[in-house]
């Protein structure tokens, strides 16, 4: 008989951005490296049905599952750890909650009873906690909650959670992640807002079974032990997790600590198998060796670390399977003029086109693509990126001057980019993009179709506009060569300058696929031609 699920709830204190997505992913890593099946969720308390419609200003990059959910960048680091692909279900918002709530209220399911936070919003999350348990067995379900203790938005999840902890017993941990600060003033750690945020979780009901204290110092045992005692927590199941020079580094620092141990004995499994990090620690030692630098320019709007983080984690993973460090540097396309732009590209062994929506910056763009392909600079676009290079093809090479995207220049003869048949009646914004996993097939004597090893993909997307199919021969005749199409609609998903040294352009989004022990073939070969040009 199989074992029944478990679940492990993973929530914050004291501070947000804690790293409760790393935490989480590192936990799956260690009970999958046990040979156990797991999956990892999110339950974001905000209001949007999905941060699609969000300002990466807001929330950082809009992570896209292949089965064309947008969500949370979390979800990122939870494939990247852990190699698995998660679904529309590992990702849920308040806003999805209710709106399932009220539609089951107007469809008239509730037989004439009043709607309350509790109980008809809390059994939607227990409902939607246990969703993907249901349709497959999984050993462990991870759920982090998005927020920390205390929000009011949060509180029907805390709710949700006590609730299932009651139902099930052994089967269902909390892990609790807060932060020791550390006061130069008093030469001291504060234990005191872990306390307070312990306290805060037990007035609604919830024990921690295991705390994880975020510090940037190293914490001596007599601090862990006093937060223990202060907090009702076994000594062993307080851990900590101070500042590693890598967050894939975060796994093995938990493994030495055992929290997987601690968690496997909270939840009743006393017999566990032994781990296999081989892989893992293969590529921190690869890592580690990595010193010598490729420098990587990612031109794009927002200059802000998560806006570009899969990408950015991808380029870095890419790096170390190179046997270099990839050190990325900041272009912003708002500030790229025809006379700068040879000093802004100074020093740079290779440029990633960003993704993107709207006319801010892209002139920039179109001019860093002009630069790389007139360099021969190696160069990935990629969505927004490669449009750009389309743009910046039409207008120095086949001779449109006025050449655009639709999406910028609705009334341009040229509009080599151009809105796609299906998008044209869509009024609403949120989740009505090209979205999720297309597949593709790789042109024979491509270059891609070389990276890839192989003839059909299927890749990730997020766009509304296409390449414009009528200008193709041209293309083709002058040197852009459409390497990669959809099999049933034709539409150009890759260009490719064969001549150059690596100039390429996705209209889907490699980024969300590189995973920590497969890193993406067109990432590793891209920086395989940066290294090539240093
Ligand atoms: N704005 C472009 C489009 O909608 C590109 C989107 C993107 O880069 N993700 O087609």
Request: charged content about 25%; hydrophobic content about 35%; some cysteine.
């Amino acid at each position: 008989m199989r074992a029944k699920t478990k679940y492990i709830f993973v929530t914050g204190g004291v501070v947000s951005s804690l790293g409760k997505g790393i935490i989480s992913s590192s936990i799956g890593k260690l009970l999958q490296a046990r040979g156990y099946k797991i999956t990892i969720q999110k339950f974001d308390p905000y209001i949007n049905i999905d941060p699609g419609t969000l300002n990466p200003y807001e929330h950082g990059e809009c992570y896209v599952t292949q089965d064309g959910m947008e969500t949370d960048l979390d979800l990122g680091h939870y494939e990247r750890f852990t190699g698995i692909r998660t679904t529309r279900n590992n990702s849920v918002t308040t806003g999805r909650i209710y709106r399932s709530v009220i539609d089951k209220e107007r469809r008239g399911d509730y037989l004439g009873k009043t709607i309350q936070v509790v109980p008809h919003i809390t059994d939607e999350i227990k409902r939607r906690i246990k969703a993907n348990a249901e349709g497959e067995h999984y050993d462990f379900v991870i759920t982090e909650i998005g927020g920390t203790i205390g929000d009011i938005e949060s509180a029907p999840f805390m709710e949700a959670i006590r609730q299932m902890r009651w139902e099930m017993g052994r089967d269902a941990v909390n892990i609790h992640l807060t932060y020791v600060p550390y006061l130069n003033a008093a030469g001291e750690f504060k234990t005191k807002p872990t306390q307070h945020s312990v306290k805060e979780l037990q007035s609604v009901g919830i024990q921690p079974d295991i705390l994880i204290l975020r510090t940037e110092h190293h914490l001596e045992r007599s601090v862990l032990n006093k937060v223990a005692s202060f907090c009702n927590v076994d000594a062993d199941c307080v851990v900590q997790s101070e500042d590693l020079p890598s967050i894939y580094d975060v796994p093995i620092n938990m493994y030495k600590q055992e929290l997987d141990l601690s968690i496997l004995r909270k939840l009743g499994v006393d017999i566990a198998p032994a781990p296999d990090l081989d892989q893992w620690y293969r590529f921190l030692q690869l890592q580690k060796e990595a010193d010598k630098e490729v420098h990587i320019g990612l031109v794009g709007k927002y200059d802000l670390q998560d806006a570009y983080k899969s990408i950015r984690e991808s380029l870095l993973l890419a790096a170390v399977y190179n046997g270099r460090k990839a050190t990325l540097h900041f272009v912003n396309s708002e500030t790229i003029d025809e006379k700068n732009i040879a000093e802004q590209l100074k020093g740079l062994s290779g440029i990633v086109i960003c993704p993107g929506f709207g006319e801010r910056g892209t002139e920039g763009k179109i001019i860093a693509a002009s630069c790389a392909r007139t360099h021969n600079l190696p160069a990935f676009g990629i969505c927004l990126g490669m449009q750009m290079m389309v743009i910046e093809f039409a207008r120095n090479v086949l001779g449109f001057a006025d050449a655009h995207s639709a999406e910028m220049n609705p009334k341009t003869k040229h509009n080599v980019v151009d809105i796609m048949e299906e998008q044209k009646q869509i009024t609403n914004m949120g989740g009505t993009m090209r979205l999720g996993a297309y597949e593709c097939d790789l042109h024979e004597g491509s270059r891609v179709r070389a990276i890839y090893g192989k003839a059909h993909i299927a890749e990730r997307h997020r766009h509304r506009y296409e390449f414009n199919s009528r200008f193709k021969d041209k293309y083709e005749t002058a040197g852009m060569k459409c390497v990669g199409t959809n099999p049933d609609t034709d539409l150009v998903e890759i260009v490719e300058i064969p001549e150059l040294r690596w100039y390429i352009g996705t209209q889907f989004h490699p980024e969300y696929a590189s995973t920590v022990l497969h890193p993406h073939p067109l990432f590793v070969d891209f920086i395989k031609a940066a290294i090539s040009c240093d």
